[in-house]
């Protein structure tokens, strides 16, 4: 078993129906010039009647299987991050299913949008303690389900969409994986929370029993805004400084896809130019858990990331939860062995 994770294939799924800026303020009171100026977004995909995020997250899966050239019997190990699941006992198990990974264990990691970046360190840890050594880690997430459609607050900012990356043990110099930094702050929960309903049925005489749903997104987006242009460059700068990397070094900066705003403040902080700033918030929003991985997967294809390129990436939303890693992108087949940074 090799000592590095290799991040070899990257694809994404997404719904046909895109719904813009204009649509939505048919629906309630906003309007373009509002989101894009203060978020970027200008369009997001919302999945309709019949699709569910095991049907999204299995495409993307398949997908990566089938761009990594591996078969289904060769993956070890199936992590889903969502916060939105088909079933709460767990949707990876069914993907796993739905691919005939038979030998694959699954399971969801819930880490609302640092969950993408958590789900592929902890991937990371399997395949680096030798217990796997293949890997499909999936970003997935429907928050369509969970916005209230009239709260223009937070209904503009959403987004429905799937992405997975094929990873493997392999030697050091293909290692792609250079390191991480994982955050947490319970404290801080009631920013941004999707919170059991309390509600309840009766039961027995004087007593009743609570009563499963949950409510709708709710967000003090103001807060949640101070938090990720604090946080985000501090995680940033910790995981330079341990990795002993410059900000120069980096090729492209990959960050949840959250607000414009703070993709151009954490760029300008370390003076990172702009075009190596990785964005797709125009036509996607926020989609949470995928966010890192789709951009990934359309910077792949369209030629922007190529094999070997360093990159800084950070999560951060509900939780409160916020990460980073350094990637070096491998690509399909393996990739050139680059040298290490510092
Ligand atoms: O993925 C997890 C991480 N999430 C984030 O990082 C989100 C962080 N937060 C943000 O991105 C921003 O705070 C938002 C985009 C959510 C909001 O932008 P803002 O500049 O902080 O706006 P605000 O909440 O301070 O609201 C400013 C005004 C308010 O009106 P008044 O009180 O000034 O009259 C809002 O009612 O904008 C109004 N407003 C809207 N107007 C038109 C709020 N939402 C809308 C809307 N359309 N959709």
Same mark, same amino acid.
């Given at each position: 078993m090799g000592a590095g994770i290799a991040l070899v294939g990257s694809v994404s799924a997404l719904q046909p129906v895109s719904v813009c800026n204009e649509q939505l303020s048919s629906r309630v009171d906003t309007n373009d010039a509002w989101i894009r100026s203060r978020t970027g977004i @200008?369009?997001?995909?919302? !999945?309709?009647?019949?699709?569910? =995020?095991?049907? $999204?997250? /299995? %495409?993307?899966?398949?997908?990566?299987?089938?761009?990594?050239?591996?078969?289904?019997?060769?993956?070890?190990?199936?992590?889903?991050?969502?916060?939105?699941?088909?079933?709460?006992?767990?949707?990876?198990?069914?993907?796993?299913?739905?691919?005939?990974?038979?030998?694959?264990? @699954?399971?969801?990691?819930? !880490?609302?949008?640092?969950?993408? =970046?958590?789900? $592929?360190? /902890? %991937?990371g840890q399997y395949i680096r303690g030798g217990t796997v050594g293949r890997a499909l880690v999936i970003g997935a997430d429907q928050l369509s389900r969970w916005i209230d459609w009239d709260d223009r607050s937070t209904c503009v900012l959403f987004g429905d969409g799937a992405a997975a990356v094929a990873v493997e043990a392999c030697e050091e110099p293909r290692n792609g994986l250079l390191g991480f930094k994982m955050h947490s702050d319970g404290r801080r929960a009631d920013c941004l929370s999707l919170r059991q309903r309390d509600d309840h049925v009766p039961l027995l005489e004087g007593h009743s029993s609570q009563k499963g749903g949950f409510e709708t997104i709710h967000m003090n987006g103001q807060e949640v805004y101070k938090f990720a242009v604090r946080e985000v460059p501090a995680v940033l700068q910790e995981l330079l400084n341990s990795t002993g990397t410059t900000a120069e070094q980096l090729d492209w900066l990959l960050l949840h896809q959250a607000n414009q705003r703070i993709l151009d403040a954490v760029a300008d902080r370390f003076a990172i130019p702009h075009e190596r700033v990785l964005s797709n918030l125009a036509r996607y929003g926020n989609t949470s858990a995928a966010t890192i991985p789709l951009m990934l997967d359309e910077a792949v294809r369209d030629g922007r990331v190529r094999p070997g390129d360093l990159i800084a990436s950070s999560g951060f939303g509900a939780g409160l939860s916020w990460g980073a890693a350094l990637l070096r992108w491998g690509g399909p087949g393996g990739a050139r062995a680059p040298a290490a940074p510092g």
């Open positions: @200008a369009a997001r995909r919302i !999945a309709g009647p019949g699709e569910t =995020l095991t049907s $999204l997250a /299995t %495409a993307a899966a398949q997908a990566a299987l089938e761009q990594a050239g591996w078969d289904a019997e060769d993956l070890d190990l199936i992590l889903l991050a969502t916060s939105s699941p088909d079933d709460l006992f767990g949707t990876a198990p069914r993907v796993q299913g739905a691919i005939g990974a038979r030998q694959a264990a @699954a399971f969801d990691l819930t !880490a609302a949008c640092s969950g993408f =970046l958590f789900a $592929l360190i /902890t %991937a």
